[in-house]
């Protein structure tokens, strides 16, 4: 008798996905509630588009600091249950680019940074996030110098984009967006924060020690 392919092939899905499920660690889940809060946050910016309704705006700038105690959580669940892991590691800068990189330029644009200069600057921005924790993820062993922990960080980290969001948030609540033009083309002041806060993350000569 020939064996049912359909649920040969349910068993295997699900034990693979099983077996994805018991692989996460509880730092895990410390991680995924912050891509949560930037994945929110997103949403509350796209509602505030829609509203304008400041309640929206608020809470999506709120929901970035949140994110960063859920990152820092997860590291010292880690280290405290001596259960660090590759799939972590990969998971957290993951969640860090949607938090850090693309809920932040989310929120700037829903405030009006719209321009096309400003995408550019925001797009810039996101990217430097993104290229900052790749270069992290490689260069981390040799970092570590041979312990468990790396000793400290080439470029600002990128949590660190909450400082031009909050300055943000007050110029936009303020009216003072700085609007402009450079050669015709209009854009605003203030989003040559996250050019300077995405150069900031992928300097190599700014090393900040790892608490």
Same mark, same amino acid.
């Given at each position: 008798?020939?064996?049912?392919?359909?649920?040969?092939?349910?068993?295997?899905?699900?034990?693979?996905?099983?077996?994805?499920?018991?692989?996460?660690?509880?730092?895990?889940?410390?991680?995924?509630?912050?891509?949560?809060?930037?994945?929110?946050?997103?949403?509350?910016?796209?509602?505030? $588009?829609?509203? #304008?309704?400041?309640?929206?705006? /608020?809470?999506? &700038? @709120?929901?970035?600091?949140? %994110?960063?105690?859920?990152? =820092?959580?997860?590291?010292?669940?880690?280290?405290?249950?001596?259960?660090?892991?590759?799939?972590?590691?990969?998971?957290?800068?993951?969640?860090?680019?949607?938090?850090?990189?693309?809920?932040?330029?989310?929120?700037?644009?829903?405030?009006?940074?719209?321009?096309?200069?400003?995408?550019?600057?925001?797009?810039?921005?996101? $990217?430097?996030? #993104?290229?900052?924790?790749?270069? /992290?993820?490689? &260069? @981390?062993?040799?970092?570590? %110098?041979?312990?468990?922990? =790396?000793?400290?960080?080439?470029?600002?980290?990128?949590?660190?984009?909450?400082?031009?969001?909050?300055?943000?948030?007050?110029?936009?609540?303020?009216?003072?967006?700085?609007?402009?033009?450079?050669?015709?083309?209009?854009?605003?002041?203030?989003?040559?924060?996250?050019?300077?806060?995405?150069?900031?993350?992928?300097?190599?000569?700014?090393?900040?020690?790892?608490?």
């Amino acid at each position: 008798m020939k064996p049912n392919r359909e649920n040969f092939s349910k068993k295997h899905f699900s034990k693979k996905h099983f077996s994805m499920i018991r692989s996460f660690q509880l730092a895990d889940l410390f991680t995924i509630a912050n891509g949560c809060c930037g994945l929110a946050a997103m949403f509350h910016s796209m509602r505030y $588009v829609d509203s #304008l309704e400041p309640g929206h705006l /608020y809470l999506a &700038t @709120a929901l970035i600091p949140l %994110a960063i105690v859920f990152d =820092v959580l997860d590291g010292r669940v880690a280290r405290m249950r001596h259960k660090a892991s590759p799939l972590g590691r990969e998971l957290d800068s993951l969640a860090d680019v949607i938090s850090f990189g693309v809920a932040p330029a989310a929120i700037a644009f829903s405030v009006g940074l719209r321009t096309a200069l400003d995408q550019v600057m925001l797009t810039y921005f996101a $990217v430097c996030g #993104l290229s900052r924790l790749a270069r /992290y993820n490689i &260069t @981390a062993e040799e970092l570590s %110098a041979g312990t468990d922990k =790396v000793q400290y960080f080439e470029g600002t980290p990128i949590p660190t984009s909450v400082i031009p969001l909050g300055i943000l948030l007050f110029a936009a609540t303020s009216n003072r967006l700085g609007a402009t033009t450079l050669f015709g083309l209009p854009f605003h002041l203030s989003a040559l924060l996250f050019v300077v806060s995405g150069s900031l993350m992928i300097s190599k000569t700014i090393r900040i020690p790892k608490p």
